[in-house]
């Protein structure tokens, strides 16, 4: 189950975006879980990167995709 990206926000400087995600699924091993973090979109290469972590700042989440 893919987790909906709730908010992204441009950041005042270059192509980064504030992000916040929910992971929202019995399925997933750390279940129902809020995070936030930075995305960034390179368009030469057509790539997504994000990071983001859980409020506790106990875990990260590293997503890369290629559109």
Same mark, same amino acid.
């Given at each position: 189950?893919?987790?909906?990206?709730?908010?992204?926000?441009?950041?005042?400087?270059?192509?980064? *975006? +504030?992000? !916040?995600? /929910?992971?929202?699924?019995?399925?997933?091993?750390?279940?129902?879980?809020?995070?936030?973090?930075?995305?960034?979109?390179?368009?030469?290469?057509?790539?997504? *990167? +994000?990071? !983001?972590? /859980?409020?506790?700042?106990?875990?990260?989440?590293?997503?890369?995709?290629?559109?």
């Amino acid at each position: 189950m893919a987790a909906p990206l709730l908010g992204e926000y441009p950041r005042p400087n270059g192509k980064a *975006y +504030s992000i !916040t995600l /929910n992971f929202n699924s019995s399925a997933c091993i750390n279940g129902t879980v809020f995070t936030s973090g930075y995305a960034y979109f390179n368009a030469a290469t057509r790539q997504l *990167y +994000s990071v !983001t972590r /859980n409020s506790s700042n106990n875990d990260a989440f590293v997503f890369i995709g290629n559109k």
